[in-house]
């Protein structure tokens, strides 16, 4: 993939059919999202409503990375609803198998990091199974550090999986 062809974006309304479509995608990829394969039931109407309100709050997104029209990776950040933890956002990633490897991850980050200090937030947070290498290696590369573990936090395919908690603090 030739990397100057790869766009990163704040995901639009417009988007909300292809940004289900591409997590729908992911789901079934690999085991280290939240919901399962066929788990996920929002529709695109709901997409759409939640893409709009994310935008309207000033302190939440999604990020896509579109490669020739087709999303490949989203990074979304949920910033918090309260006056204590405006400055705080919740971050989940995902990257289509095909595509991983190749730079995607950091560049959203990298994006990510911008909107975030731009909009004023001062710390970014994230969980990650303690059995994902690819994950933490990314999240370290990109800064974070793990807080602690949530012990038996998920239950993947029958079995209790441990989850690290992850922050980056912006200054």
Excluded: C
């Amino acid at each position: 993939m030739d990397a100057q062809r790869l766009v990163i974006r704040e995901a639009v309304e417009d988007d909300a059919a292809a940004l289900l479509e591409l997590a729908r995608q992911i789901d079934d990829e690999t085991r280290f999202m939240m919901y399962e394969p066929g788990e996920r039931q929002t529709t695109v109407e709901e997409q759409r409503q939640r893409l709009r309100a994310m935008r309207a709050s000033g302190n939440s997104t999604v990020l896509v990375a579109e490669q020739a029209g087709q999303l490949v990776g989203y990074l979304g950040a949920a910033g918090g609803q309260h006056r204590r933890n405006r400055h705080s956002a919740h971050v989940w990633i995902g990257v289509r198998r095909a595509f991983t490897g190749r730079g995607i991850g950091t560049r959203l980050f990298e994006a990510l990091e911008r909107w975030a200090r731009e909009r004023g937030l001062r710390r970014l947070e994230l969980t990650v199974m303690t059995h994902n290498a690819a994950g933490l290696a990314l999240y370290r590369k990109m800064g974070f550090e793990i807080e602690g573990t949530l012990r038996r936090s998920l239950r993947v395919d029958g079995v209790f999986v441990d989850e690290h908690t992850m922050s980056k603090l912006l200054t």
